[in-house]
């Protein structure tokens, strides 16, 4: 198979699909964007094989019935005929699938996971296998151009091939030429099928204390027989698996790879930035782009010919990672909900504020024909991302500075520093101010609010500073895991609860930068649409 370039777009749950399983316009439009952007190949989010057992979240694709295919061929069709080509990931969730929507929960084995997981017997093993049987055929006919088996991340596949869930001691159990039968035998089903590519994802290592080593990762990937391609990732259930968050290193788990798998081989994980892109193509024959594509649809088209600016990825897993009941967003991105402007306007506007919100409103204007000054009163551009003090966090969000730098500039907006503004304009100043922690000897803060993740390690450095757990909840799994390492080691000592709080706020829809790029935008259209007979 031909693909015109070696740029993936990452599998990455988005829960879009209708609640049967299938594809609709929403989540057809979503992958077809990155295929416009340039993807050489669209990997589909995983998608389950079994209904009964199967389902690992709320509106996952699923493949499992023939009357399926028309909706699965209009989905092919469209990432076609951007000359993109798309194969769909199956999978079974196992262990990992929702006990509210699935019938019953099976696994290779009973462990401490999820106790009403039970042992799957042999007619369960050939039940799996059939029905992975059964989605590639139905891949194979909707127009897919390939298959990945998700063998990664904890997931059925993953379990039997991972001797922390695979405690088995039958033919599918013991050795290592046991735990891989399963997958091979799901490979094997599914090749004897289709006459496409079938590849699969793995994970290289576990982040688990007595989880696997790249070793043994890189000995499954050289074992499994009968595929095209292996797919590397990393993870089991502790963090931070392939979505690594800014506190971990880019392209983290090439870094682990230990010599070559013989095989076609891409890899994934903290891949945002060109130059992350070149050192995994360094070795690998494809590198998988997930939230970098969520960032920017069309990153791949700007990596290949160096021009755009490429709205960059600031691996926050703010938007990205809140899957639990809501469908994929990006934290840098507001148009996954708000129409891109069109180049329809004439004449001025003011905008008064340079943080996000305001910035983010200049460029809107700007992408409306308008032409556009901003006023801030400091000497530079960014608002309160400015004051970050936690160091991971602050190198990454400032490359999101960097990208409304160079994007001002070549909208041509006039941005005039250090000048105060009263006059007639669009005031772009936060919507919310959160307080800030009093000056005491003890601070005991209570908030989910990302500001005081940070502000509680800039206090450390001279007060005794009190975390409660409660405030890491707005963090998923990668970053708290990380975020509480770092505070501790800064002196903040986290609790689970307290008799009394200098701070204690709970904010499900806190202000943050999503917030704010999308207050800056409604502000600018709202002017637009009040006073649009004057810019024609």
């Given at each position: 198979?031909?693909?015109?370039?070696?740029?993936v777009?990452?599998?990455?749950?988005?829960?879009m699909?209708d609640?049967?399983?299938?594809?609709n316009?929403?989540h057809?439009?979503?992958?077809?964007?990155?295929?416009?952007?340039g993807?050489?190949?669209?990997?589909t989010?995983?998608t389950?094989v079994?209904?009964?057992?199967?389902?690992?979240?709320?509106?996952q694709?699923?493949?499992?019935?023939e009357?399926q295919?028309p909706?699965?061929?209009r989905?092919?069709e469209?990432i076609?005929a951007?000359?993109?080509?798309?194969?769909?990931?199956?999978v079974?969730?196992?262990?990992?699938?929702?006990?509210?929507i699935?019938?019953y929960?099976i696994?290779?084995?009973k462990?401490?996971?999820?106790p009403?997981?039970?042992?799957?017997?042999?007619?369960?093993?050939?039940d799996?296998?059939?029905?992975?049987?059964?989605?590639?055929?139905?891949?194979?006919?909707?127009?897919?151009d390939?298959?990945?088996?998700?063998?990664?991340h904890?997931y059925?596949?993953d379990e039997?091939?991972?001797?922390w869930?695979?405690?088995?001691?039958d033919?599918?159990g013991?050795?290592?030429?046991?735990?891989?039968?399963?997958a091979?035998e799901?490979?094997?089903?599914?090749?004897?099928e289709v006459d496409i590519p079938v590849?699969?994802?793995?994970?290289?290592?576990?982040?688990e204390?007595?989880?696997y080593s790249?070793?043994?990762?890189?000995?499954?990937a050289?074992?499994i027989?009968?595929?095209?391609?292996?797919?590397v990732s990393?993870g089991?259930?502790?963090?931070?698996?392939s979505?690594?968050s800014f506190?971990s290193?880019?392209?983290h788990?090439?870094?682990?790879?230990?010599g070559?798998?013989?095989k076609?081989?891409?890899v994934?994980?903290?891949i945002t930035?060109r130059?992350d892109?070149?050192l995994v193509?360094?070795?690998?024959?494809?590198v998988?782009?997930?939230?970098?594509m969520?960032?920017?649809?069309?990153?791949?088209?700007?990596?290949?010919t160096g021009?755009?600016?490429?709205?960059?990825c600031?691996?926050?897993?703010?938007g990205?990672?809140?899957?639990?009941?809501?469908?994929?967003?990006?934290t840098v991105?507001?148009?996954?909900?708000?129409?891109e402007p069109?180049?329809?306007y004439?004449?001025?506007?003011?905008?008064v504020?340079?943080?996000?919100?305001?910035?983010?409103?200049?460029?809107?204007a700007?992408?409306?024909?308008?032409?556009?000054?901003i006023?801030?009163k400091?000497?530079?551009?960014?608002?309160?991302?400015n004051?970050?003090?936690?160091?991971s966090?602050?190198?990454?969000?400032r490359?999101?500075?960097?990208y409304y730098?160079?994007?001002i500039?070549?909208?041509?907006?006039d941005?005039?520093?250090?000048?105060?503004?009263?006059g007639?304009?669009?005031?772009?100043l936060?919507?919310t101010?959160?307080?800030?922690?009093?000056?005491k000897?003890e601070i005991?803060?209570?908030?989910?609010?990302?500001?005081y993740?940070?502000l509680?390690l800039?206090?450390a450095?001279e007060?005794?500073?009190?975390?409660?757990?409660y405030?890491?909840?707005?963090?998923d799994?990668a970053?708290?895991?990380?975020y509480?390492?770092i505070?501790r080691?800064?002196?903040v000592?986290?609790?689970?609860?307290?008799?009394?709080?200098?701070v204690s706020?709970h904010?499900?829809n806190q202000y943050?930068?999503?917030?704010?790029m999308?207050s800056?935008?409604?502000?600018?259209r709202?002017?637009i649409?009040?006073s649009?007979?004057?810019y024609l």
């Amino acid at each position: 198979m031909r693909i015109r370039n070696r740029l993936v777009m990452s599998p990455m749950i988005s829960n879009m699909a209708d609640p049967d399983g299938n594809t609709n316009e929403n989540h057809i439009s979503y992958l077809e964007e990155r295929a416009k952007g340039g993807a050489g190949l669209i990997i589909t989010e995983y998608t389950y094989v079994d209904r009964r057992s199967g389902i690992g979240s709320r509106n996952q694709m699923g493949m499992y019935d023939e009357r399926q295919i028309p909706k699965f061929s209009r989905l092919t069709e469209r990432i076609h005929a951007h000359g993109a080509k798309i194969f769909v990931q199956l999978v079974h969730a196992g262990a990992k699938a929702i006990g509210a929507i699935n019938e019953y929960k099976i696994a290779p084995s009973k462990t401490n996971f999820d106790p009403s997981v039970r042992e799957m017997d042999a007619s369960d093993i050939e039940d799996v296998i059939s029905a992975y049987r059964k989605a590639a055929n139905i891949a194979e006919r909707s127009g897919f151009d390939g298959i990945e088996i998700h063998g990664a991340h904890g997931y059925l596949v993953d379990e039997f091939l991972s001797p922390w869930w695979n405690k088995r001691t039958d033919r599918y159990g013991g050795s290592f030429e046991n735990r891989i039968r399963f997958a091979q035998e799901v490979i094997d089903a599914v090749r004897s099928e289709v006459d496409i590519p079938v590849g699969i994802r793995i994970s290289l290592y576990e982040d688990e204390e007595d989880g696997y080593s790249p070793d043994y990762g890189m000995k499954i990937a050289e074992s499994i027989r009968n595929i095209d391609y292996v797919h590397v990732s990393a993870g089991n259930n502790e963090p931070p698996g392939s979505s690594a968050s800014f506190y971990s290193p880019h392209a983290h788990i090439f870094q682990k790879l230990r010599g070559s798998t013989g095989k076609t081989l891409i890899v994934a994980g903290s891949i945002t930035a060109r130059e992350d892109v070149d050192l995994v193509l360094s070795a690998a024959d494809f590198v998988a782009v997930g939230r970098a594509m969520l960032a920017d649809p069309y990153f791949p088209m700007k990596i290949i010919t160096g021009k755009g600016e490429i709205r960059p990825c600031i691996r926050c897993n703010q938007g990205c990672r809140n899957l639990a009941y809501g469908e994929v967003r990006c934290t840098v991105n507001p148009y996954f909900v708000v129409p891109e402007p069109r180049k329809i306007y004439k004449g001025e506007v003011v905008v008064v504020g340079a943080g996000v919100k305001g910035l983010e409103a200049s460029l809107y204007a700007a992408k409306s024909g308008l032409k556009v000054v901003i006023y801030e009163k400091e000497d530079r551009i960014g608002g309160q991302i400015n004051s970050i003090f936690d160091a991971s966090k602050a190198r990454e969000f400032r490359q999101l500075l960097d990208y409304y730098g160079r994007t001002i500039k070549k909208y041509g907006i006039d941005v005039r520093l250090g000048e105060r503004y009263s006059g007639d304009g669009i005031y772009c100043l936060p919507d919310t101010v959160y307080p800030d922690l009093p000056d005491k000897d003890e601070i005991w803060i209570d908030s989910n609010v990302y500001m005081y993740h940070d502000l509680a390690l800039r206090y450390a450095a001279e007060h005794k500073v009190y975390l409660s757990s409660y405030s890491l909840t707005s963090l998923d799994r990668a970053r708290r895991k990380a975020y509480a390492n770092i505070a501790r080691k800064a002196g903040v000592t986290i609790v689970d609860t307290a008799d009394h709080y200098d701070v204690s706020i709970h904010d499900r829809n806190q202000y943050d930068i999503y917030q704010a790029m999308l207050s800056g935008i409604e502000a600018m259209r709202s002017h637009i649409a009040a006073s649009e007979n004057e810019y024609l």
